[in-house]
């Protein structure tokens, strides 16, 4: 072996030392950069926690939706019902005007009667496929609820605490009063 073949084997041998040095050098530092079980399982439940949580804000916020939805819609409806009954009263003078006109004629037939009779027939209908009903007291026990009492009649009048006399007619849309009916009460 002459000096020139040590000299090569002198530099292959440097050669595959650096390299295995450098190879020593990359485990080491993939080792370091290597996630270990332990750093994997916090990760996994950091994450899970982090997916709870934006679950849980979820579904509030899709309660709250829900809540603010039926909240709406109850003050939507309640508005409806008020504009409703609004109009409604306000139709009522209407409706005692044409009753009197028609008590007014008398019974002699006429065709201006006749066009005011179908006039009341068909605004009562509208009434009636709104749901508004009569309440006719004529009779009943006074009920302060339905009623206002504006007269007291004697005992030959009927029972005592009954309605002898409508003076004026009351209505109600489903359980609520829209006007109550002015009546003439026996004293008792």
């Given amino acids: 072996m002459n000096s020139e073949d040590k000299e090569t084997l002198r530099q292959e041998a440097g050669k595959q030392e650096n390299a295995g040095q450098e190879a020593a050098a990359e485990n080491a530092q993939e080792a370091e950069q290597a996630p270990t079980v332990e750093s994997l399982t916090a990760e996994l439940e950091k994450a899970r926690a ?21 909240r709406t819609e109850g003050i939507r409806q309640e508005a409806y019902d008020d504009g409703r009954r609004d109009a409604i009263e306000k139709l009522l003078p209407v409706v005692d005007n044409l009753e009197r006109a028609l008590s007014a004629a008398g019974e002699e037939e006429s065709a201006l009667r006749d066009g005011v009779d179908m006039v009341l027939r068909q ?31 004697t ?34």
């Fill in 50 to 70: 982090q997916c709870d949580e934006y679950l849980d804000l979820a579904q509030r916020k899709q309660a709250e939706f829900a809540n603010y939805r039926r």
């Fill in 123 to 153: 605004t009562r209908d509208a009434l009636s496929k709104m749901g508004v009903e009569e309440i006719d007291p004529l009779g009943q026990p006074f009920d302060a609820e339905l009623h206002n009492a504006v007269m007291q009649g």
């Fill in 155 to 188: 005992a030959e009048e009927g029972e005592p605490g009954t309605v002898c006399m409508v003076l004026q007619k009351g209505y109600k849309l489903g359980s609520r009063v829209i006007r109550h009916a002015m009546v003439k009460v026996v004293a008792g």
